[in-house]
């Protein structure tokens, strides 16, 4: 189990933490966008009232302590520092726990647009907590690693520096938990899809005419796609997920297997990001994949990037403690030992800063034509220079030119030569017993929180019996560990059925100058979903609208008829006074198999308001009757199918 399920490389734990760090930074700013509506007491649920009446049963989140939106502005600034710090490795198992608890308090502020995306956010944050995520390609390396090896010569450049923290594997239970929990993600994903749409074939259809979530993609390819080719596409998306679980879970044959399963991760979710507004789902599940990468995948992007680069010897100016100092960042960075270092001779010396030389044809490149040289024979260097050209370019100019006044800001000297190395950088015997209390720690609370995720997932599948689900009733200090986190293990994409009906809220508001219009789009609402072609609503908005319908949410319909009274304050312009209006959820059913056209467009009134003793001025038409208020929920469905004559439906009054 340890060989093949404990052991991960230090490489690896650092790409996913650049991973993490980037996805988190940028759903960060996704819900930034959203702070007025969503996150601040602006909006249409204010930390006080969800305080007063949690939405959920084990809620916990920094968010409440932040309440107007110059506040709200601070905590997101916050929140993207640690997600940055963690990104680049800066005290970067600090900045991952805090990373986490930021993006659980996230959930947590607005547990109702939380769907299985934000449960894959908490637990791969979780994960970043436990690796090794700063041994490698991080700043907290980068600053060990100068500590540890002080270079003076150009054979001190040459020479390799492999320490046991940045090449030995981790061994540990996180790194068996995380491929497992991915394994289980999709294990459920595909035993909970017993419904008869899935078996069918038909389920990418119905899903395609999802209005609410759909992307400008999917729009098109709804349009042009034959029934055989959607059935097709289900059926592969099943064979898919469930082939992911062998390639990610076998223990032989890894260079294979396990490229398979990224790829296939890839291809699966890429798809899903494009064409669906999921919220951070596709593109964390990508981010959760790196962990997959072994020692075999390492290999083969070894040997791919080695056939495409150049080794290169850098000539640096011998007199230049600032090209020195550069000299020493780049044999930190000789990940492939492609490059060699040599002191210009005394004529070259104030010629240029550095310059990189190709021994086998003796041409010398200086200035950006050097950089590029350098960068093509770095790991990755040849893809990511034509972006980083565009800073680090004038930066070089500007040093080269000023190379001893940089030098001087710095701090820079010349090392001495024949100075004496430091001590053994060995931790003292203290220092080593604390370090095995804390891994003993560690690997303690792993096999508490396992015990928990197994105990959470056994309740919560329905694929699992009921007779085994009612005889294991989770203990409360259990629920709390999974529950306040929100790590929770149900998973379930559109299963067992996708859903076969859409659905939004409309608002229908009437402004003082007697305009109707509804606030969420600034356009006159849309009654009738069966004329849309994708909402374009974000999954933050569509989510809210698709929770707030609920009965379980009622309550919290007070927040948002106080955001709709209030909403001229929030435009600025006195015109825009609603006096009136209705909260409509509009529904309609997705067209069946063989068909294009949506059908059974419903309006279910979910609240409904009239500005006391208001009387519409001469000339405005008198306000319209208060609907009746009813349940989204047990209202049922009209499913049937529009009537027609020689193919033409007919009109609403003739159905």
């Known amino acids: 189990m340890r060989e093949h399920y404990g052991r991960m490389d230090p490489r690896t734990a650092g790409l996913f933490r650049i991973m993490v760090g980037v996805l988190c930074s940028l759903d960060c700013l996704r819900h930034w966008a959203s702070a007025r509506v969503f996150y601040s007491n602006d909006g249409v649920l204010t930390n006080h009232w969800h305080l007063f009446k949690p939405s959920s049963g084990f809620n916990f989140s920094l968010y409440h302590a932040f309440s107007t939106l110059g506040e709200v502005h601070v905590a997101f600034a916050l929140a993207l520092f640690c997600h940055l710090c963690l990104l680049v490795g800066w005290h970067a198992r600090l900045f991952a726990v805090l990373s986490f608890v930021v993006v659980t308090s996230l959930d947590n502020r607005l547990v109702m647009v939380e769907n299985g995306g934000y449960v894959v956010v908490n637990l791969v944050t979780l994960y970043a907590c436990f690796l090794p995520v700063e041994r490698r390609f991080s700043v907290d390396a980068l600053r060990r690693s100068y500590r540890e090896r002080q270079e003076r010569t150009p054979a001190d450049l040459d020479a390799r520096y492999l320490p046991a923290w940045a090449t030995d594997d981790y061994v540990s239970l996180a790194v068996f938990l995380v491929v497992l929990n991915l394994a289980v993600v999709y294990f459920f994903n595909v035993i909970n899809k017993s419904g008869e749409i899935w078996r069918t074939g038909e389920t990418v259809h119905y899903v395609l005419y999802l209005n609410r979530m759909v992307t400008g993609v999917a729009v098109f390819f709804r349009n042009i796609l034959p029934m055989w080719a959607t059935r097709g596409i289900t059926w592969s998306v099943m064979c898919l997920e469930g082939l992911l679980v062998p390639w990610i879970l076998w223990p032989f044959g890894k260079r294979l297997t396990r490229t398979l399963a990224i790829f296939g991760v890839w291809t699966l979710h890429t798809l899903f990001g494009l064409m669906f507004r999921l919220g951070p789902f596709a593109w964390f599940m990508i981010g959760w994949s790196f962990t997959l990468l072994g020692r075999e995948q390492w290999d083969l992007l070894d040997g791919f990037y080695r056939r495409r680069a150049h080794a290169r010897t850098v000539v640096y100016d011998r007199s230049s403690p600032l090209a020195f100092a550069v000299m020493r960042l780049l044999s930190r960075l000789n990940g492939m030992d492609l490059l060699r270092f040599e002191e210009s001779s005394a004529d070259e010396a104030r010629q240029a800063l550095f310059a990189a030389r190709d021994d086998a044809s003796g041409a010398l490149f200086t200035g950006s034509a050097g950089l590029r040289e350098i960068a093509q024979a770095l790991p990755g260097g040849k893809y990511a220079f034509p972006v980083l050209r565009v800073i ?123 305009r109707r219009i509804d606030p969420f789009t600034g356009k006159e609402p849309e009654l009738d979903l069966t004329r849309s072609d994708g909402l374009g609503l974000g999954q933050i908005q569509q989510d809210y609208f698709n929770r707030i319908r609920l009965d379980r949410n009622v309550i919290y319909r007070q927040g948002l008829q106080e955001y709709l009274k209030a909403w001229h304050l929030r435009t600025g312009r006195p015109e825009d006074e609603l006096v009136a209006y209705d909260v409509y959820w509009v529904r309609d059913q997705c067209p069946k198999p063989g068909m294009s056209q949506p059908y059974a467009n419903e309006t279910i009134a979910l609240a409904t308001w009239r500005k006391q003793g208001y009387r519409p001025p001469p000339g405005q038409p008198p306000l319209p009757p208060e609907p009746k208020v009813a349940s989204a929920e047990t209202a049922q469905p009209d499913k049937a199918e529009p009537r027609r004559i020689f193919g033409v439906k007919l009109p609403a009054f003739m159905q």
Not at 395 to 408: I, Q
Not at 431 to 451: I, K, N
Not at 479 to 497: D, S
């Open 392 to 514: 680090v370019g004038p930066l070089f100019a500007f040093a080269s030119t000023r190379r001893e006044g940089v030098a001087r800001f710095f701090g820079l000297t010349l090392p001495d030569p024949d100075a004496r190395a430091r001590g053994s950088h060995e931790p003292s015997p203290l220092a080593r017993s604390l370090r095995r209390y804390r891994a003993f720690g560690r690997e303690a609370v792993l096999v508490y929180f396992a015990v928990c995720a197994v105990w959470q997932a056994v309740n919560e599948n329905k694929s699992i019996p009921a007779a085994i689900r009612d005889h294991l009733p989770m203990p409360r200090v259990m629920q709390a560990t999974i529950g306040y986190p929100r790590l929770y293990q149900g998973w379930g994409m559109f299963a067992p059925n996708p859903i076969t009906d859409d659905g939004t809220v409309v608002v229908d508001g009437r402004t003082i100058d007697g």
